[in-house]
């Protein structure tokens, strides 16, 4: 591949892991995505090579982040349920109020959720810190697979 398309796929993996972080973006699909193109393109040993990489990457953390978040909120006593509203109101809180609607709709709507639920805004607050923080973790084990993906695409390149 060219100086000029290896470029191209740069800019692409750091519009994903930016992505990753946001969670605006499918960030993992397109780091994943930008690799896969450059692989094909590539056609070398290296570039598949770096492609398992990013595909096992980028699939143990997509699974990683569900199991380790779960846990987190079981541990927590938040039910699914009260993500999902936060993440019905997130998504409309985004449409609603630009740049900062996604998270305030899903803490808002958490927070709500769980005081209907637990009658007490002390425990509503405290459900509401442990969602955030399972979100936070979702990201950052999302974002750890991404930058092996990321890294091991720079170091073929880098190398090679």
Do not use: D, N
């Amino acid at each position: 591949m060219s100086a000029g398309g290896e470029l191209v796929v740069g800019l692409v993996l750091l519009v994903g892991l930016f992505g990753v972080v946001v969670q605006v973006l499918p960030g993992g699909l397109l780091i994943l995505g930008a690799i896969a193109v450059w692989a094909v393109v590539t056609g070398t040993g290296w570039g598949w090579a770096v492609l398992a990489v990013a595909v096992v990457a980028t699939a143990v953390a997509g699974v990683a982040k569900y199991v380790i978040a779960s846990h987190h909120l079981r541990g927590a006593g938040v039910p699914s349920s009260t993500l999902v509203w936060g993440g019905l109101a997130g998504v409309v809180g985004f449409f609603v109020i630009p740049v900062v609607g996604l998270p305030v709709g899903f803490i808002l709507a958490v927070y709500l959720a769980e005081l209907a639920r637990l009658r007490s805004q002390s425990a509503a607050w405290t459900s509401t810190v442990a969602a955030l923080r399972a979100t936070g973790i979702t990201i950052l084990v999302e974002l750890a697979g991404a930058l092996i993906a990321v890294g091991a695409w720079l170091l073929v390149v880098l190398l090679t």
